[in-house]
């Protein structure tokens, strides 16, 4: 540990208050993102078409035609995620499960994006 | 220089760590229907706490004003039923009364809550509704002495009725009224930005955070929304539907929105839509002003849209075509909309 | 780089440039590198060519340090075959905005201030650049935010680190001439 000492003497005040800050913002952020609750359907989105709002309380698996070819959806428990997909890089797929609302994982090439909604964002109450 | 810009953004970033962004939901029976009831921008323990006082209250109502199980109105109905007066002590219960004969009045008798007698004939005066079709000569014998609001007397606390067919039915009143009664209840507790619920009728207080509150419209056919809108502060919204307290027989529905002037469930529509900007009775007039406007034949209901001063309307007639006045349709956003080319603007 | 139009034999490069030619060849290195390794939203990186940067920053001036970013986003696209694709304006974009970020901030009082500060204020800077670009173009969903942390503390971490190795350089080199 002996490169700890250069270190120290290196650092001065005002590095100390700005990395403070930084974790102060960073402490901040991630606990608006912890606060956020479970959700409970999944918003299917392809590139200019109205998104599909299913529920999480089923298992199924879903079948989306994208740009590319079909992409495959699984709901189980609760969570989504892509469990197949055309397209070369595969990123969606290892982006692995979501199930936290505002969780999105997309998938650029073929054009389809999932995403974890509470189902209130088009509404708060329904008039009948 | 700065460092003082540093700290004072860092200030910032700290203020915009608020508890109070949180919405809290509380749900009940009562009334025979589901209360609904959204805060937002309150600590758990008030909203909780004004709730309570709210469903308290509706409580309370359901006692009075219940058309048919045990109330103090139902005490009434026995009373005139069997010729006798009846004295009711309470000075709300009697502006109720007053108010629902001028709306009555005010609505060409359309909405007509003194025709309970029929509505229970026709089998809707019960949780489970009794699907039966009364006789027409039932029905017409019904219709020639039609009991209206205005054969109610009311001298000082006693009521009475020559018609002893009249029989109060406050199912198309009492919502807006606990509606009403929300607000004040809200109000009087300081709560600013709420949404009250009360079988689908809404009203909203305030606003969502830094957005409306938004409200779908039921499609008549679907369990889904047709339709949704921002429900601007103070505002509400009523529906009347055909698909809400009906029941089915050989192919043909016969709902709950009796038409006073054939005796018969009225079928020119399938639901009607009201908003009402912010007003003492507006809970009551979201509530009460969709009937005329469902039951009416369908060649008078913009004539009474006018008149009853009912700016934003919308009718989704019984062909599925849609009657909507100017000002609802530039605020109404469609979510499930059949055939643009179905919409009729006023 | 403009290249004047002239006969071989005129064209004059001052030591100034061939400053920059070897500070920007560094940091083009690094680039490319940096290029190679993984990233949870394709293309956003860290920034390791910052320590360039921040060097060319303190020994020479900011004007001096712009031209050494610019090229160093340029060619290492180029090399890379990236240049128009997304990645290069991820690339771009980060380096502007940290380049932006240092001019407000390298006046700060050195009495109070190392280097280390100037690190973490670049890297700060070449994450909210490049997290700007993917928001509109990469992925255009506010859902981008959940990543935000992860790449601050990398940013921090090695803001830091850069800042530190960039300290040490300089601290090394004044005892050695240029070359």
Redesign the interface.
């Known amino acids: 540990m002996k490169k700890v000492l250069?270190?120290i003497k290196?650092?001065?005040?005002?590095?100390v208050?700005?990395?403070f800050?930084?974790?102060?913002?960073?402490i901040?952020?991630?606990?608006k993102?912890w606060n956020t609750p479970i959700g409970q359907y999944l918003k299917i989105e392809k590139n200019n078409e109205p998104p599909k709002i299913i529920s999480l309380n089923q298992i199924k698996e879903e079948k989306i035609a994208g740009l590319l070819g079909d992409s495959n959806i699984s709901i189980v428990d609760g969570k989504a995620r892509f469990s197949k997909a055309p397209c070369t890089?595969k990123?969606c797929i290892h982006q692995g499960w979501i199930n936290k609302v505002?969780?999105?994982i997309?998938c650029?090439p073929n054009q389809i994006?999932i995403?974890i909604t509470d189902g209130s964002e088009?509404?708060?109450?329904?008039?009948? | 220089m700065i460092f003082r810009n540093l700290i004072f953004f860092l200030i910032i970033f700290l203020c915009g760590c608020g508890q109070k962004d949180r919405v809290y939901q509380y749900k009940d029976y009562i009334f025979g229907t589901i209360i609904d009831i959204k805060i937002y921008g309150e600590t758990e323990n008030k909203s909780k706490q004004i709730t309570n006082l709210i469903f308290d209250d509706f409580q309370r109502l359901h006692n009075y004003l219940h058309p048919w199980e045990k109330s103090l109105i139902s005490d009434m109905n026995h009373a005139i039923s069997t010729g006798k007066s009846f004295t009711i002590d309470d000075a709300e219960i009697i502006r109720v009364l007053k108010e629902n004969t001028e709306l009555s009045q005010k609505t060409d008798n359309f909405f007509n809550p003194a025709m309970g007698k029929l509505i229970a004939l026709w089998g809707f005066h019960e949780d489970n509704i009794k699907q039966s079709i009364p006789s027409s000569s039932v029905i017409k014998d019904f219709v020639t002495n039609m009991p209206l609001m205005e054969d109610l007397t009311i001298t000082n606390n006693t009521v009475s009725s020559k018609n002893k067919k009249f029989q109060l039915d406050l199912g198309g009143y009492a919502k807006g009224y606990a509606l009403d009664r929300a607000k004040i209840i809200l109000q009087n507790n300081n709560i600013k930005n709420a949404l009250v619920n009360i079988g689908g009728n809404i009203i909203a207080i305030g606003m969502r955070g830094d957005r409306n509150w938004i409200v779908g419209i039921q499609h008549p056919r679907k369990p889904s929304a047709i339709a949704s809108i921002n429900l601007l502060p103070g505002w509400s919204i009523g529906t009347s539907g055909d698909y809400q307290r009906y029941f089915m027989m050989n192919e043909k529905r016969y709902s709950h929105l009796i038409n006073p002037i054939s005796g018969f469930p009225s079928a020119n529509s399938q639901s009607t839509t009201i908003l009402i900007p912010p007003s003492k009775n507006s809970g009551v007039l979201s509530d009460v002003y969709s009937k005329p406007l469902f039951i009416a034949p369908t060649e008078m209901k913009i004539e009474i849209a006018k008149k009853l001063n009912i700016k934003y309307f919308m009718i989704i007639q019984n062909d599925e075509k849609i009657l909507i006045s100017n000002e609802m349709n530039k605020v109404i956003k469609w979510i499930d909309l059949k055939d643009e080319k179905g919409i009729t603007v006023y | 780089m403009v290249v004047r139009v002239m006969t071989p034999l005129t064209i004059k490069t001052t030591t100034e440039d061939h400053f920059i030619a070897k500070l920007a060849a560094i940091a083009i290195v690094l680039s490319i590198i940096e290029f190679f390794l993984p990233s949870p939203i394709p293309g956003v990186k860290p920034g390791i060519a910052n320590i360039i940067i921040l060097y060319t920053l303190v020994k020479f001036n900011l004007q001096t340090a712009v031209w050494v970013s610019l090229i160093r986003v340029f060619v290492s696209s180029i090399l890379v075959g990236s240049l128009m694709a997304p990645t290069f304006f991820l690339s771009l974009f980060g380096a502007i905005s940290s380049l932006i970020f240092l001019f407000i901030f390298q006046k700060l009082p050195k009495k109070y201030f190392s280097v280390i500060s100037l690190g973490i204020i670049a890297a700060f800077g070449h994450i909210l650049g490049q997290f700007f670009i993917a928001r509109i173009w990469i992925i255009p969903h506010d859902s981008i935010f959940n990543l935000l942390p992860l790449f601050l503390i990398s940013s921090l971490i090695f803001g830091v680190l850069s800042g530190f190795i960039t300290n040490t350089l300089l601290e090394h080199k004044t005892n050695r001439l240029p070359n």
């Open positions: 250069p270190f290196t650092i001065k005040l005002g590095d208050l700005i990395i800050m930084l974790m102060g913002l960073i901040f952020i991630i606990n993102s890089k990123y505002n969780q999105t997309v650029l994006t995403s088009s509404y708060d109450s329904v008039n009948y």
